[in-house]
């Protein structure tokens, strides 16, 4: 497969302008591998449509994630993919060694948003190169000490964690469709993880349960030490060894557009703890605050239009303002 300085050529000869993170939020630089989709979204709401934005799990996740570590993408792209969001990768400082150059296609999918923007509907799905996507691991990508195993087929996963060397933390996302044709494969999965993260209709599904926290009891049977239910505009929620933490989401006045909030949110807390002191425990809450400010800035803007203006400074602002507001 060709590398994607290789597509940087093919796209543009005109040199990439990086931005600079700021240095004095980070104690240490440990890198976070995230895996996914990368796909072009085009999206709809009552208010507006973009067509063609720069979406996919592995997209959103690794630009939250770069706000607060050095990140490793790998996905699939097609030699249709716009060089502007090479460039932006590239201005997050995303190694992008691993992403992969096929012919074809990129993945291609289009939603409508209701009113109400916890409901939405498929409108279509291409999937493109991303159908036969096998993720191969750059040797400098499998020593990562962080993984995000954003949200893909489980198999693909699998496949990830075969190719790494003994990584220090490792996280699964996951969705309904994969509970619904892929369970064995995601069982077998969780129990090689050490974080799984979900929302709260897929832990119902999973378990059977209909309170959260029986759920929750049931899911840490299934091997992972921590475990985090998703729950849009109400927050998340925490089980680990050190007990529960109920993670308030940033309130918002006014949500343009959900489409990748809950990646954002899983690639900011693994972001942070790439770049914290101390043990991941100790550092797992507040690493959830900062996932939750970090996807609240995706909500305000169409794909990743708002979060790519964001800065760090900016994330900070927001966490000490959720601590206010939480304060008791």
Not at 22 to 31: H, V
Not at 204 to 217: G, I, R, S
Request: aromatic share 8%; hydrophobic share 40%.
């Amino acid at each position: 497969m060709p590398a994607c300085h290789d597509l940087t050529k093919h796209l543009s000869s005109a040199p990439l302008v990086f931005s600079t993170l700021n240095n004095k939020f980070s104690t240490q630089r440990m890198s976070v591998l995230i895996v996914g989709s990368t796909a072009l979204d085009s999206i709809k709401t009552p208010n507006a449509e973009n067509p063609k934005l720069l979406g996919g799990s592995a997209s959103h996740a690794a630009v939250a994630a770069s706000f607060f570590s050095p990140v490793k993408l790998v996905g699939v792209v097609g030699k249709d993919f716009p060089r502007k969001y090479v460039t932006l990768y590239k201005r997050h400082k995303i190694d992008l060694d691993g992403l992969q150059i096929q012919e074809g296609k990129t993945f291609h999918w289009s939603g409508e948003y209701e009113v109400n923007m916890n409901n939405r509907r498929t409108l279509l799905t291409e999937l493109g190169v991303f159908e036969k996507f096998t993720p191969h691991l750059p040797e400098s990508y499998k020593s990562s000490p962080f993984v995000l195993l954003a949200n893909i087929a489980p198999s693909l996963q699998h496949h990830v964690l075969d190719q790494m060397q003994k990584p220090k933390f490792i996280v699964a996302d996951t969705m309904d469709l994969w509970l619904n044709i892929a369970k064995d494969e995601l069982l077998t999965l969780i129990r090689r993880v050490d974080g799984f993260v979900l929302n709260d209709s897929e832990a119902h599904q999973l378990t059977e349960c209909d309170n959260v926290f029986a759920a929750l009891k049931k899911i840490h049977k299934l091997g992972p030490r921590y475990v985090i239910i998703k729950k849009g505009s109400h927050g998340s929620i925490l089980s680990s060894p050190d007990g529960y933490f109920i993670c308030p989401a940033y309130p918002l006045h006014n949500v343009c557009d959900p489409t990748g909030a809950g990646d954002s949110f899983v690639g900011g807390l693994m972001g942070y703890l790439a770049t914290a002191r101390g043990n991941i425990g100790a550092n797992m809450r507040r690493a959830m605050i900062y996932g939750s400010v970090t996807a609240s800035f995706c909500c305000e803007g169409f794909g990743l239009k708002k979060t790519t203006r964001v800065k760090r400074i900016d994330i900070e602002k927001r966490v000490r303002e959720l601590e206010k507001l939480t304060r008791f």
